[in-house]
C-alpha cells in the first residue's frame, strides 16, 4: 500500500504531461492551419473590402435566377461578373469569416448557374440553391464551417473554384465555336 500511492501519483502526473503536450500540440497545429488558410489567396483577384449591401443584392438577384434558371443562358455575363466581385471580396475578406463564407457561397452559386446555363441539369442547379442558401446564412452571421479549419475550406473552395471557372470558360468557347459543318 505505501508503494501504491507514490506510484498513483506519479501516473496522474505523467497522464497531465501527456494531456499538457498534446493540448500544445492541437494548439500548434490549429495555429498551422490559421497560418495555411491566410496564405492560400487567389493570385488573379483583387482584395475588395466587403459590401454587405451589394452582396445581398447579388443575393437576391442570383435566388431570382436559380427561381427561373431557364433565364441562365441569357445572364451568363452577369453572372461571369458576379463570381469575378465575389472573388475580389474572397480575396480581401479576413481568414476565418463571415463575409469570406459569403463570397465564396455568392461565387459558387454563380458558377453553378453558370454551369447551368451551359449544360442544363439538375446538380449546377442543386448546388447554386444550396450555395445561396449558405450565402444567406453567412450573411446573417451563421458560419457553418467555424473557424481556422472553416477559414481553411472557404480558402480552398475558392480556389477550386478559380481553377473550375476557368474550365467553364473553355467550355463556354468551345460552346461558341460554329462546327466545321456550319457556315
Not at 494531456?19 to 492541437?26: F, G, I
Not at 452577369?78 to 469569416?97: E, F, K, M, N, Y
Request: charged share 20%; with cysteine; glycine share 6%.
Amino acid at each position: 500500500m505505501r508503494f501504491a500511492t507514490p506510484l498513483l501519483v506519479l501516473v496522474l502526473i505523467a497522464a497531465a504531461v501527456v494531456m499538457y503536450l498534446n493540448a500544445h500540440s492541437a494548439k500548434s497545429a490549429l495555429e498551422s492551419v490559421t497560418n495555411v488558410a491566410v496564405d492560400l489567396r487567389e493570385a488573379d483577384a483583387t482584395a475588395a473590402g466587403f459590401d454587405s449591401t451589394q452582396a445581398r443584392r447579388v443575393l437576391s438577384a442570383l435566388e431570382s435566377l436559380a427561381a427561373q434558371p431557364e433565364q441562365a443562358a441569357s445572364h451568363v455575363d452577369d453572372l461571369q461578373a458576379i463570381a469575378a466581385r465575389a472573388a475580389d471580396w474572397a480575396r480581401g475578406a479576413p481568414v476565418p469569416s463571415t463575409e469570406l463564407h459569403a463570397a465564396v457561397c455568392l461565387r459558387s452559386a454563380a458558377d453553378a448557374l453558370r454551369a447551368y446555363a451551359l449544360r442544363p441539369s439538375a446538380a449546377p442547379l442543386a448546388t447554386a440553391r444550396d450555395k445561396l442558401a449558405e450565402a444567406r446564412g453567412a450573411l446573417a452571421g451563421q458560419v457553418g464551417r467555424p473557424g481556422a479549419i472553416g477559414g481553411l475550406e472557404d480558402q480552398i473552395e475558392n480556389l477550386d473554384r478559380a481553377h473550375q471557372e476557368q474550365l467553364q470558360g473553355l467550355d463556354e468557347e468551345l460552346g461558341r465555336q460554329p462546327t466545321p459543318s456550319e457556315p
